[in-house]
């Protein structure tokens, strides 16, 4: 299982270095890779550590956005009903990268 991590200061920017340690004490989570995404004013940040199984690409790494960039997630990447809500988010018009 992977491991994921979050952090959100409302006064200062979130210490990349602090934040990157925190996220490295998962490293047994997820040895298969690592990603980070820091908001524009560096407030808010996601961390993960992958456990690759089922797709050992690069397009599964994370934290992953939506087309524009403008939503951020990450998550353990258990989603059962993927090539069903891939069908309907396609024939609403989002693209998969």
């Not at 989570?29 to 990603?35: F, I, K, L, N, T």
């Not at 004013?41 to 397009?59: C, F, N, Q, T, V």
């Not at 994370?62 to 403008?70: A, I, K, T």
Request: glycine share 12%.
């Amino acid at each position: 299982m992977c491991g994921i991590t979050g952090q959100i200061n409302f006064n200062e920017p979130v210490n990349k270095e602090v934040f990157q340690s925190m996220t490295d004490t998962l490293v047994h989570r997820g040895p298969g890779g690592e990603g980070f995404f820091y908001s524009t004013d560096k407030k808010i940040a996601l961390g993960h550590r992958r456990l690759a199984l089922i797709d050992l690409s690069e397009k599964g790494k994370q934290p992953m956005s939506n087309e524009d960039e403008g939503i951020w997630l990450t998550c353990n990447g258990e989603i059962y009903n993927y090539v069903e809500l891939r069908a309907t988010l396609e024939k609403a018009g989002h693209r998969f990268r």
